[in-house]
């Protein structure tokens, strides 16, 4: 059967409301005022859908929103990045899901109202949404609290139709942790946690013995190390490439998710792992080099030449 997209993907949406020039941290019972106002897409499954469809994959996106405004913003943002939004659904109950942000100095101040993305369900993803697809992943399990514990199902449907998978934890705010990691693994065919992500999961202090206690039951893990690169763990070894040497950094905000888009293209591309691992290596440093997640991201050609001239690597 010919595939629509290259990649399906399930994840959070939420609108950043950022503050920028504060004139101190809000105190109940008083009013300060800010000086710049950003309202635009946030999420990381976002940044990923996003990158990974600036690379030149055909990506579509199945979130919750609210139906409100903050829903048509999401919607069109993904839109002007040729994400597919077919999938994405409106909720009547609840409300899109909004992360106020208020930056002081280099200090910052988050308030996340989850609203509908924590209602997302297993069921909401048909079979004909994942046949549309080559390839499944899914990020941010702990901000998806319903589809957290139905998940290794969705990644079953998933196998047994013939997709390859992918899931990257992202952080769990409540810091609990809490993940059905023997059932959800075998049908995961690429975890891409971080590292700090890596050892809570497995509630683990060292990648071995994270590995040693999840080994029954996985296929391969990338851990994400940040300036030191990544971490590939796959048919018994163990491998780290190195990140690219980037002197000029911005920012790391989406680094881990564009690593991911980098591999999992990679992966579709039929490149073996090592190199799926560079190639998101390179994603995650180019990344860096401009503020915010998806930036450096303006379209494939674009991304070559800078990664060839900046990191001297071709793919
Ligand atoms: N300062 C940096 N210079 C170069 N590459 C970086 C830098 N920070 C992150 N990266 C790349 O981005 C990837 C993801 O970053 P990391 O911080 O580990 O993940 P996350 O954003 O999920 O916390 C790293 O594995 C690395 O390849
Ligand atoms: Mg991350």
């Known amino acids: 059967m010919a595939k629509s997209f290259d990649v399906l993907v399930v994840g959070e949406l939420n609108v950043d409301m950022i503050l920028d020039n504060i004139d101190g ?156 990691l023997e059932e959800l693994l075998p049908n995961i065919d690429f975890l891409l946690p971080n590292q700090v992500e890596f050892n809570n999961i497995t509630n683990s202090t060292s990648l071995t013995s994270g590995i040693e206690k999840i080994k029954p039951y996985s296929n391969s893990i990338v851990i994400k190390d940040g300036i030191n690169g990544a971490h590939l763990w796959h048919n018994g070894d163990l491998l780290t490439k190195p990140a690219f040497v980037n002197e000029d950094v911005v920012d790391c905000i989406g680094a881990g998710d564009s690593f991911d888009a980098g591999f999992v293209c990679g992966f579709i591309d039929g490149l073996d792992l090592e190199r799926c691992v560079e190639l998101g290596n390179a994603m995650g440093a180019i990344n860096t080099m401009e503020a915010g997640g998806t930036k450096s991201f303006k379209n494939l050609e674009h991304i070559k030449k800078v990664v060839m001239d900046k990191f001297n690597f071709t793919f």
Request: hydrophobic share 40%; charged share 20%; glycine share 6%.
């Open 25 to 180: 941290f809000p105190k109940v019972g008083t009013e300060i005022l800010a000086q710049e106002l950003t309202v635009t897409l946030g999420s990381s499954s976002a940044i990923f859908a996003s990158n990974l469809s600036s690379m030149g994959k055909s990506v579509a996106f199945v979130g919750l929103t609210g139906n409100d405004d903050f829903a048509n913003l999401v919607k069109k943002s993904l839109q002007e990045k040729n994400v597919n939004t077919d999938c994405i659904i409106a909720s009547e109950k609840h409300n899109t899901g909004l992360t106020m942000v208020m930056n002081y100095g280099m200090d910052r101040a988050n308030v996340t109202f989850p609203g509908a993305m924590e209602h997302l369900e297993e069921a909401d993803i048909t079979d004909e949404m994942l046949l549309s697809a080559k390839h499944l992943h899914l990020s941010s399990i702990f901000l998806q609290k319903k589809l957290k514990d139905q998940a290794h199902n969705l990644f079953k449907r998933a196998k047994k139709l013939g997709l390859s998978t992918s899931m990257d934890p992202q952080w769990d705010p409540s810091e609990e942790w809490v993940l059905n």
